[in-house]
């Protein structure tokens, strides 16, 4: 069952097979298979392991790690402290004839309690004797991304460049999804995995709770809306797991789910009454860090006045759809084909696009050329004659080509009329003038099924589908 992950697969299975020891650091966003990963690839070779206990103080800590002991056999007195209790893992890996050790602790953010000294014993036991030896693999794992990053990647104490090797999880692509979705014997038509994915993201975890012969709006119900649903309270556990003080950086997404195109660290600090500081520069970097966010230059526009967007799909259906949750159990299954629904699909399509753009470069026959993607607006000037337009993605090219891309989610074949013809050619039209490239433009359709040629379709220079997006 365990899919795709070849990178890391790979990352961990060199630190297992290298003749020095390692020290891997693995962080990411809740549910996204970080303890799997580790368990399914090396989970037959621990010598130990541990996980730390949620919201209990340091003696209960203590006592958690000594039946993690006893539990492999490691038998000892109770240890009174964290430099006692590597103190005692030294001991027995001493006395082992084992060739390679592997060491994972997990939720090492629940271990870490108030004044317990454990990142201190953390950095003994590894700098003071387990880097000096051949034979031992330490993995550290929590799900609680702002603790990892700040405590252990970016240690500016003892462990400061003592890692040697960092896996960052990140959440599956479509294809990935497709493979998993084949894994657990699902029967879903490449329509229903984007449509899933629409929702869920590639969040492996949510993708766990599917259920085979239920249609995707059965599922989808039984998942969000049913009175027992697992993934009811998602939203609130998810921010309060990664983040310390959680409220801050939920303040942050749900301003930034009120602008399609996202805002400026400004705009942000003004709408949801923020202050500029250095705290506010961590949370926007740990957000992104996790995927819920993505950050951008707008075509023209400097690096100091980027652009913050929210990219998760789990969190704009919350924003949709959970936040004033409907009572009706089977809400999903009746609301299909409503305008909202409809909304909503053409922007959640838009954020999956955004996910997989070196998948629409492969299409484009791109890969191998350097670029940049970028979104682009301007507002309406009657003085300088200008209309005002938006572009949500464009990818400009060192080969002096811009490819502005329109992302329609559609039913079928997509049919564009003389409107949205005239629409694109403004759209163009307003972008050169505004911008004066000297660049070749040329408007790209990327929708499900494809694009039905007629009178207007030869504004549209290439398609790119919903199977591509799976390469």
Not at 181 to 187: E, T
Not at 280 to 294: K, P
Not at 366 to 372: D, F, R
């Amino acid at each position: 069952m365990l899919v795709a992950r070849a990178k890391e697969k790979k990352i961990l299975l060199d630190a297992y097979n290298s003749k020095q020891s390692e020290f891997i650091a693995i962080y990411g966003r809740r549910r996204v298979g970080k303890t799997y990963l580790v368990r399914e690839l090396l989970g037959e070779k621990f010598f130990f392991s541990h996980t730390g206990v949620a919201n209990k103080k340091t003696d209960v800590q203590l006592v958690a790690f000594y039946d993690s002991l006893k539990t492999y056999k490691m038998e000892s007195k109770k240890p009174s402290n964290w430099i006692e209790a590597f103190g005692i893992l030294k001991e027995k890996i001493e006395k082992s004839k084992e060739k390679k050790k592997v060491i994972f602790l997990d939720e090492l953010s629940w271990i870490d309690t108030a004044r317990s000294d454990f990142m201190a014993a953390l950095e003994f036991f590894w700098n003071g004797w387990a880097s000096g030896r051949k034979d031992i693999l330490l993995i550290v794992c929590a799900s609680s991304t702002s603790w990892m990053i700040n405590k252990v990647v970016h240690n500016k104490g003892g462990l400061h460049n003592r890692l040697t090797g960092q896996i960052h999880l990140e959440t599956f692509s479509l294809k990935d999804c497709e493979e998993l979705a084949k894994a657990y014997g699902l029967v879903m038509s490449r329509k229903d995995i984007l449509n899933c994915y629409m929702i869920m993201g590639g969040v492996p975890y949510y993708w766990s709770l599917l259920k085979k012969g239920y249609s995707l709006a059965q599922n989808i119900d039984a998942i969000f809306f049913a009175k027992d649903a697992p993934l009811k309270d998602e939203y609130k556990y998810l921010y309060a797991s990664l983040f310390k003080n959680p409220e801050k950086y939920m303040q942050i997404v749900s301003t930034l789910g009120k602008k399609k195109l996202g805002m400026t660290r400004q705009e942000i600090i003004e709408k949801a009454k923020l202050t500029n500081s250095g705290a506010l520069t961590r949370q926007l970097e740990e957000l992104e860090l996790c995927g819920f966010i993505r950050k951008y230059v707008e075509y023209g526009k400097k690096k100091k006045d980027s652009v913050y967007q929210l990219i998760d799909a789990f969190t704009l259906f919350y924003y949709h759809f959970m936040e004033k949750r409907s009572t009706d159990e089977h809400f999903w299954m009746n609301s299909v084909g409503t305008p909202k629904i409809n909304t909503w699909q053409g922007l959640a399509f838009e954020r999956v696009c955004m996910l997989h753009i070196n998948q629409i470069k492969k299409k484009l026959e791109i890969g191998g050329v350097l670029t940049e993607a970028y979104s682009w607006y301007c507002k309406e000037n009657e003085d300088e004659g200008i209309l005002g337009a938006q572009i949500d993605l464009l990818i400009y090219r060192r080969d002096q080509i811009i490819n502005i891309c329109e992302m329609k989610y559609y039913e079928g074949v997509y049919v564009l009329g003389k409107k949205e013809s005239e629409n694109i050619a403004q759209r163009v039209s307003e972008f050169r003038k505004v911008t004066k490239t000297k660049c070749a433009i040329h408007p790209i359709l990327v929708t499900t099924v494809g694009l039905k040629e007629n009178i207007h379709s030869s504004i549209i220079q290439a398609v790119v589908t919903m199977d591509d997006l799976f390469e």
